[in-house]
């Protein structure tokens, strides 16, 4: 089965930097990779997904890249803000296979 | 649009009743909704598929007599955790997928449940 791992567990940025979150998958069959944001005592929000035909998406501050080769995606925030500071989490799945395995996620603070 | 409902948002019992919590696509419909479980600290552990007329789908290691799941209509979806013991103590996320958006994987995930089992 699938399996996702995610880099680093923890990050601290000053306000202003950029902030880069890298996951690895195992299964070649993946094609579908969302980033969520999770605050304390929320449930996760979709923030931006990739799908394995393109190899970079981006949203105002907010990027992910795909390597399809290398079985890896990084989601990358620019200017970063306070208001950033969440847990992360990326996921894998494959088309029409409904399950997402998620990573172990990433604590992101982002420091005034 | 795509919003995802659970309701309670948090929950308390003694030990050995049991709880249920439901899930509700409150703008599309959906065939197929999920079950996660969280852990403090820890990423979200799919524990079960829920489908719209039919049976549950569970992952390994998850007890299907004590999680029981029914989801009997396409915006509703309802977790009930038997006989709660301390150890069931967890939050517990829902997610739906758009039964219009077929071709696409996307998620939306409800708020949670915080369910602490005394």
């Known amino acids: ?112 | 649009g795509a919003v995802v409902s659970q309701h309670p948002s948090r929950v308390i019992c003694k030990s050995g009743t049991s709880v249920k919590i439901e899930c509700r696509s409150l703008d599309f419909q959906a065939t197929t909704m999920f079950w996660y479980r969280q852990f403090p600290k820890q990423s979200l552990m799919l524990m079960a598929t829920s489908n719209e007329g039919s049976k549950a789908t569970y992952e390994q290691g998850v007890e299907k007599d004590k999680f029981l799941i029914n989801h009997a209509s396409l915006t509703l979806s309802t977790l009930t955790v038997t006989s709660a013991h301390p150890e069931d103590s967890s939050f517990y996320i829902c997610s739906a997928r758009d039964i219009a958006e077929s071709s696409y994987n996307e998620q939306f995930f409800g708020p949670g449940t915080r369910l602490t089992v005394l």
């Open chain 1, 1 to 112: 089965g699938e399996n996702v791992e995610q880099h680093p567990s923890t990050l601290s940025v000053q306000e202003g930097d950029s902030a880069v979150i890298k996951c690895t998958y195992s299964d070649s069959a993946s094609n579908y990779f969302p980033w969520y944001k999770q605050e304390l005592g929320k449930g996760p929000q979709l923030i931006i997904d990739i799908r394995s035909n393109v190899g970079e998406k981006k949203d105002q501050r907010i990027a992910v890249t795909l390597n399809k080769t290398a079985k890896h995606f990084s989601l990358h925030i620019t200017e970063t803000q306070p208001e950033d500071s969440a847990v992360y989490f990326c996921a894998a799945s494959n088309n029409g296979g409904q399950n997402f395995v998620f990573g172990p996620g990433t604590r992101l603070s982002v420091l005034p």
